[in-house]
């Protein structure tokens, strides 16, 4: 069965400084990876999404994230925070075939200090 | 325009009630989805209909009955409420079986008391 896995709970940063949030995941096959982010009282927004090519993907708000096989990873990096990323994380995982049902991982909630 | 939209935002009501929360996309895309986030802020998907044809129900008790009139509209309805059900309620779309992410809603906080 599918699965994801967010091994940190809570992450604080100082503002300007880099950021990787870790995402491990469980699937027998080639998985699409997706990082949402959800500020306060709203709802999840894409970040961005990895299907097949090229390991390391652009998304928005100067995020990457890169996929790693090898180690079942999918982390997402910032090179410099901003206060306004301060934001709960998600990971998501979906089967490549067939109907997908995102299965998420339990979050990272970012704190960003001044 | 908002792309997912969901009514209400808040819903607070009594042990026993029935509600319903409504969900409607301008995307054009022909799946929708229902997901339960709990108080850890943990994401669980209940439904997904495409084409108003439900292809996912992930073991939710039958108190909750989703509906969809059209590819547009996807709405949740919630029998004899119980405490448990106190949760934040978010409705997404995809095209297809939404290999290119899920659009959400902004969710609906529903209290039970």
């Known amino acids: 069965a599918q699965s994801v896995t967010q091994p940190d709970i809570h992450i604080t940063v100082s503002e300007g400084a880099s950021l990787e949030l870790r995402c491990n995941y469980s699937?027998?096959?080639?998985?699409?990876l997706f990082w949402y982010v959800q500020s306060p009282g709203q709802g999840l927004q894409l970040l961005l999404k990895?299907?097949?090519?090229?390991?390391l993907v652009q998304g928005i708000k100067g995020f990457e994230a890169e996929f790693k096989r090898s180690q079942s990873s999918f982390n997402l990096r910032k090179p410099s925070v901003h206060w306004s990323d301060a934001a709960e994380y998600f990971c998501?995982?979906?089967?490549?075939?067939?109907?997908?049902?995102?299965?998420f991982g339990a979050g990272t909630r970012l704190a960003v200090h001044p | 325009d908002t792309a997912v939209s969901q009514t209400p935002k808040y819903l607070v009501t009594q042990m026993g009630n029935d509600k319903s929360i409504k969900c409607e996309q301008n995307?054009?895309?022909?799946?929708m989805y229902w997901y339960k986030q709990d108080s850890k802020k943990f994401l669980k998907i209940m439904f997904s209909y495409n084409n108003k044809e439900l292809i996912i129900n992930e073991t939710v008790p039958n108190r909750f009955s989703p509906k969809s009139p059209d590819k547009a509209h996807l709405n949740l309805h919630i029998n004899s409420l119980e405490l448990g059900d106190s949760a934040v309620y978010f409705c997404?779309?995809?095209?297809?079986?939404?290999?290119?992410?899920?659009?959400f809603g902004s969710g609906t906080r529903l209290t039970v008391v």
């Open positions: 998501a995982v979906g089967n490549s075939g067939g109907y997908n049902k995102l299965i």
């Open positions: 995307l054009g895309h022909d799946t």
């Open positions: 990895y299907f097949s090519g090229d390991t």
């Open positions: 699937y027998g096959a080639t998985p699409y």
């Open positions: 997404a779309s995809s095209q297809g079986p939404g290999g290119d992410g899920y659009t």
